[in-house]
């Protein structure tokens, strides 16, 4: 791979060297079915998803400005066509959130203990994520999964910046009363 920068790459694409266009998905084609795995419901479909996010991404480039980062312009075609798989498939679960981010225990130390556990908790998750709103969901995928700061964030979902804060705020809130609600016996409790 070159040490060009993704806005020096879509530069040269925008100027019909479509070539270079193969490195920002190679550069970007993991993180894409990662995040589509996270809202679509099979392998297959986050696959076909990501192939049309960069289908878009190339026949849009030209209306890329090169002068802002390219990671959250392409976030954003993939926020609008994995949101639209949503809408056309009805609501689906996420198939995996990290339980010990937002219901932190102390378990035990033995590994398949800590496997039941985490496989029991996951399960508990996604039906929490389920009852979720997306647009309380999609931040706390962008900003746990994804790793993307509250800039980029509000960048993908056009928001300004202090609303990106509160709905993780607000997310991580809602997911611990439903927790609490549908699984009592595993009560939250806070460090």
Known sequence: MSEKTDEEIAVL??????EPFGELMARYEQKMLRYA???????EDAEDRVQD???????????????????????RI???????AIKKKGKEPLPFFDPDV?????????????????????EMIDACLDRLDPKYREPLVLYYFEEMDYQAIAEVMHLPISTVGVRIKRAKDMLQKIHTKLYPSYAYVAE
């Not at 996010?53 to 976030?75: C, H, M, Q």
């Not at 993939?78 to 639209?84: K, L, Q, S, V």
């Not at 130390?109 to 496997?115: G, H, I």
């Open 13 to 18: 694409v925008q100027g019909g060297d479509t």
């Open 37 to 43: 795995r996270r809202f679509l419901l099979g392998k």
């Open 53 to 75: 996010v960069f289908l878009k991404a190339y026949e849009n480039i030209k209306g890329f400005d090169t002068t802002r980062r390219f990671s959250p312009w392409l976030y």
């Open 78 to 84: 993939a926020h609008n066509e994995f949101i639209n």
């Open 102 to 122: 937002l219901f932190p225990h102390p378990i035990s130390s033995e590994t398949a203990d800590r496997a039941v556990y985490v496989g029991e908790l996951k």
